[in-house]
Nanobody
Framework: HVQLVESGGGSVEAGGSLRLSCAAP????????MGWFRQAPGKEREGIAT????????EYADSVKDRFTISQNNAINTVYLQMNNLKPEDSAMYYC????????????????WGQGTQVTVS
């Protein structure tokens, strides 16, 4: 059983930065992908960024692609989300997820979710 553990959330003023981490101990599939999603109260879950770990290929939501960067450290099975120029509308619970296959930003098969880390921008 693989456990995904997010960290790095917190409160920040508009224009500030945060770096989220997702530790995913265990094996990576040759088609493994990792993604970040967010959900604010009363709103639908939104895909933010996905990295296809073996290529590597990255995909971003239009709302964040000029400000957020997803990256990985395969040696420690960790994915990061660097968030710059944060805006109040970025406030949400951020979730890390892994999958055995993806299509663009979408996770398709073998999806596993972390418990989330809160980001609040004011």
């Amino acid at each position: 059983h693989v456990q995904l553990v997010e960290s790095g959330g917190g409160s920040v003023e508009a224009g500030g930065s945060l770096r989220l981490s997702c530790a995913a101990p265990g094996h990576y599939s040759t088609r493994a992908c990792m993604g970040w999603f967010r959900q604010a109260p009363g709103k639908e879950r939104e895909g933010i960024a996905t990295i296809h770990t073996s290529i590597p290929e990255t995909e971003y939501a239009d709302s964040v692609k000029d400000r957020f960067t997803i990256s990985q450290n395969n040696a420690i099975n960790t994915v990061y989300l660097q968030m710059n120029n944060l805006k109040p509308e970025d406030s949400a619970m951020y979730y890390c997820a892994s999958a055995t296959s993806c299509h663009g930003i979408e996770l398709v098969e073998g999806i596993r979710w972390g418990q989330g880390t809160q980001v609040t921008v004011s």
